[in-house]
């Protein structure tokens, strides 16, 4: 990366609580918090299901609703079946559906890097079958929502 002229002198600047990196790295603190979100993109909605898929306690999924509900990236709706109390389900925000890349592009990178070239799973888009990828780029590109990506086993 190359700073504009105002900024060359690293020196004289300092971002300091005001990265939003930093922000976004507080908000996702912990496995649990990107394993929730995780879970919303591949639509799970009941609590009970998110313990179960993430393989964590009730008392951390918890803890990772709560601070995402806070932060504005799920929000809860009640529902009841028959004969039982009601509870609340959690759905992505607009917030938590533009997350998509960031998550796209740590799967991505862990595909890469840390899968020995045998990732677990492949990301398409649901209507052509093209596999998605998360690129840096000047050119304007058309948004893909979560509900355009299809998950597949990937092939071995």
């Known amino acids: 990366m190359r700073f504009e002229k105002r900024l060359s002198d690293r020196d004289a600047w300092s971002i300091g609580d005001g990265c939003s990196a930093g922000r976004v790295l507080d908000l996702l603190s912990t496995r649990t918090v990107f394993m929730v979100v995780r879970e919303c993109f591949y639509g799970t909605t009941r609590f009970e299901d998110f313990v179960a898929r993430i393989g964590t306690s009730a008392p951390s999924v918890s803890r990772a609703l709560k601070q995402l509900e806070s932060a504005g990236v799920v929000a809860r709706t009640p529902y009841q079946e028959p004969g039982r109390r009601a509870r609340d389900e959690y759905r992505l925000t607009e917030a938590g559906e533009d997350l998509l890349p960031v998550f796209l592009s740590l799967v ?4 890469k890097y840390l899968q020995d070239g045998h990732p677990p799973l492949s990301f398409v888009e649901a209507d052509s079958g093209r596999t998605l990828s998360v ?11 979560s509900d355009d990506v299809e998950v597949r086993v990937h092939p071995a």
Do not use: H, I
């Open 108 to 111: 991505q990178w862990g595909d």
């Open 135 to 145: 690129r840096v780029t000047a050119d304007p590109a058309p948004e893909t929502s």
